[in-house]
């Protein structure tokens, strides 16, 4: 290969779900890469020759599935919660006393997701992890790091916010006791402009558009943040072109939230401020009146479904079918290990598909395997800016492509590829995962790093960590107890649920 010419892969005898609409003839066709993109799909043998070829016979090859939402700060708590509400259960993440890991350790705790993202068919991952008490460059660096060596392509955000927890709740006077209030506010948290400036410093080298590891900006949720501190974030992400997330309505209690901290629900809220525009992901947003849902399909924005984690702390289900007659886009993601225990996509839209059917609609208008694929793939690239670039294997479009052999059970016998992906394929069957063109995982392994060495020197490491914390999780029973009272009180004062298009089954 010359030194500038790119490097050209062939994937042979590919029988692949085509283009926008996903769509599969059965038909067996080459597919090069030219460097990170696509550069045709032809008839078998008709395209010339290559680097690296890779004969594909016997497999189904797809998009990347686009996960736009998880949590590496949660990779070491996998697990270790079940059955407590979303606002219960945060506070067992975000312990008043976090444990201290080295450099080395967050790179470990942030390569467990990327590799279960991979194995699973994700090539593409939003980590919007916590920044802590203070900013540390040098564990920042080290997740980053991980994801270079991985080969997955991530956009890391740092869920900025400028106001104490302890401020994120109403009813605080009424339970939280006011010693307890004192010293919750009291504790030290980065300051808002330093914040800022991580995302403006890093984003010089790390442009999403530019990078396969990059940046993008994260406001954690309305509730966590001052007006001016969301119209700074807002103007951060429109100065640089940075997609944006943010956390909304997740539960009933952040309804009760946004009514009595900005006097209407908080997509009104954010519509008012100028916070919705492309390109701006709006993560759970299950419960969502008809006003809101036309504000997001009037200024761009995407509604984000995390059906799994929406489950498994019993916040609700989302209204995908409102939002998709509506003309809104609907991405996908997975949330956090500690409360969803699991990042793999395969089973995010499985579980998209199968609890739109819960909500009483008509069957017609319950959501397909198709239109779940669809919202992992495409609508997940819309959502994070790449247009119609990420998420279909089509000339042109980004080469982030993974394959599943189908002599399986899972795929046997071959009626229907999406259905059986979507329903049955968790990730078994997953032989090769290709980013920007670079092949990650061959054969069924990881190229790129020593998983079983990995994997190893983490479960050593927390014969040290596990007591850690237990204990950081045992000193918030307090709190929890607070909180419990809060959650209580927010479900009695909701009035008129049914006005909401996401009723509980
Ligand atoms: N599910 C969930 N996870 C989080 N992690 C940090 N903030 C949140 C949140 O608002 N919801």
Not at 265 to 283: C, H, N, Q
Not at 346 to 359: E, P, Q
Request: a negative charge; one cysteine or more; glycine letters at 8%.
């Amino acid at each position: 290969m010359n030194k500038n010419s790119k490097k050209r892969t062939l994937l042979r005898n590919a029988r692949a779900l085509l283009g926008d609409t996903l769509t599969f003839d059965g038909q067996l066709r080459d597919v090069l890469i030219e460097g990170d993109r696509i550069a045709a799909i032809e008839a078998v043998g008709t395209l010339g020759a290559a680097d690296q070829v890779i004969d594909l016979r016997d497999h189904l090859l797809v998009p990347g599935l686009v996960n736009g939402h998880q949590h590496s700060h949660e990779h070491f708590q996998r697990g270790r919660t079940e059955n407590l509400p979303l606002e219960l259960w945060m506070h067992l993440v975000r312990t008043r006393t976090p444990v201290k890991l080295t450099p080395r350790q967050v790179y470990l705790r942030t390569m467990i997701g990327a590799i279960e993202s991979l194995r699973t068919g994700c090539t593409t991952l939003v980590d919007d992890t916590a920044l802590g008490a203070a900013i540390d460059r040098e564990r920042i660096d080290a997740a980053l790091q991980a994801y270079d060596d991985v080969g997955i392509r991530a956009l890391v955000g740092f869920a900025m916010m400028d106001k104490p927890i302890v401020d994120n709740f109403p009813f605080v006077e009424k339970h939280v006791p006011a010693a307890l209030a004192v010293e919750l506010r009291a504790a030290s948290r980065p300051a808002p402009e330093a914040q800022l400036a991580l995302v403006r410093d890093l984003a010089r080298e790390r442009h999403p558009q530019s990078n396969r590891v990059g940046v993008l900006v994260s406001a954690s949720a309305p509730q966590r943040c001052t007006e001016p501190f969301l119209q700074a974030v807002r103007g951060l992400a429109d100065d640089l072109a940075l997609p944006v997330i943010t956390h909304v309505q997740e539960t009933r209690l952040q309804v009760v939230t946004g009514q009595l901290f900005f006097g209407c629900p908080m997509v009104e809220y954010l519509d008012r401020i100028g916070f919705l525009k492309p390109a701006t992901s709006l993560i759970h947003a299950v419960w969502l009146n008809p006003r809101e849902i036309d504000a997001l399909a009037r200024t761009g924005a995407t509604a984000q479904h995390n059906p799994w984690s929406n489950l498994l702390l019993g916040s609700g289900v989302q209204p995908v079918r409102e939002l998709l007659d509506a003309g809104v886009n609907v991405s996908l993601g997975s949330d956090g290990t500690c409360s969803t225990v699991t990042v793999n996509m395969l089973n995010v839209l499985g579980s998209a598909a199968a609890v739109s059917k819960l909500r009483g609609d008509e069957h017609t208008r319950w959501l397909s395997a198709h239109e779940a694929l669809h919202a992992g793939t495409l609508a997940g690239g819309r959502a994070l800016g790449f247009g119609e670039q990420l998420g279909s294997v089509r000339v042109g479009a980004i080469a982030d492509l993974v394959a599943y052999r189908t002599g399986t059970v899972t795929f046997t016998p071959f009626n229907d590829p999406v259905r059986q992906l979507v329903y049955a394929e968790r990730g078994a069957g997953l032989s090769l995962s290709m980013v920007a063109g670079k092949v990650v995982i061959e054969g069924g392994a990881l190229t790129r790093i020593d998983e079983a060495a990995l994997l190893r020197e983490i479960e050593h490491d927390f014969t040290e960590l596990r007591p850690l914390y237990a204990a950081a999780e045992a000193e918030m029973g307090p709190m929890l107890d607070a909180v419990e009272k809060i959650h209580r009180e927010g479900l009695a004062t909701l009035v008129a649920p049914d006005t909401y298009a996401s009723r509980l089954p």
